[in-house]
């Protein structure tokens, strides 16, 4: 079997558990960058311990909680990319109506102004994009929801996740770059 990586960027520690952990049985390996740091040192080892339960690498950027659209992450997410060539991105949906979070927004358009960046340079580009929380989906994959309690389980400085009703089916959009991007 081909190996299909997999480079997430996440606006913080439990968005990949929340929105796109389905991705785990599409793609191995994985690696995912949270931009933000948490604000309690609790959210990093929590961070830490999920991913090594799940089987991801983890990386945390040290972007302040809130403040990701005033930060300058270009460089660094086509650096990521170039680095670790993954065959797929995935990401934070930032054209969906009523995303209110700003980080989420942020991180996500960032990610598609770097992959249309590096394509410009005709530099390495990934095959495929996947934005979750798709307000546009395309594929939608269901997560059993002891599995999800166990994901989350891991972030109990983030104790409205332990009782929120957690949708069991993800959206996704997901974009072949070598036909419909930019």
């Not at 990934?126 to 599995?147: D, F, K, M, Q, S």
């Not at 996740?161 to 069991?168: K, M, S």
């Amino acid at each position: 079997m081909v190996q299909r990586s997999l480079l997430v960027f996440e606006a913080h520690a439990d968005d990949f558990e929340l929105f796109a952990m389905s991705l785990l049985s599409l793609f191995d390996p994985v690696d995912v960058i949270c931009v933000t740091r948490a604000y309690e040192l609790s959210r990093s080892a929590e961070f830490a311990k999920a991913a090594k339960a799940l089987g991801y690498t983890a990386h945390t950027w040290n972007v302040a909680d809130g403040c990701a659209k005033d930060h300058s992450l270009g460089t660094d997410m086509c650096s990521a990319i170039r680095n670790l060539r993954p065959y797929a991105v995935a990401t934070h949906d930032p054209w969906k109506p009523y995303l209110l979070h700003a980080d989420h927004r942020a991180v996500g358009t960032k990610v598609c102004d770097a992959i249309t960046r590096l394509r410009a340079n005709n530099a390495y580009i990934p095959t495929e994009l996947w934005l979750w929380n798709a307000g546009y989906a395309n594929r939608r994959y269901t997560v059993a929801p002891e599995t999800r309690t166990a994901a989350v389980s891991y972030y109990q400085s983030q104790p409205f996740l332990q009782t929120a009703h957690i949708p069991a089916v993800e959206e996704f959009r997901q974009i072949l770059l070598t036909e419909d991007f930019g």
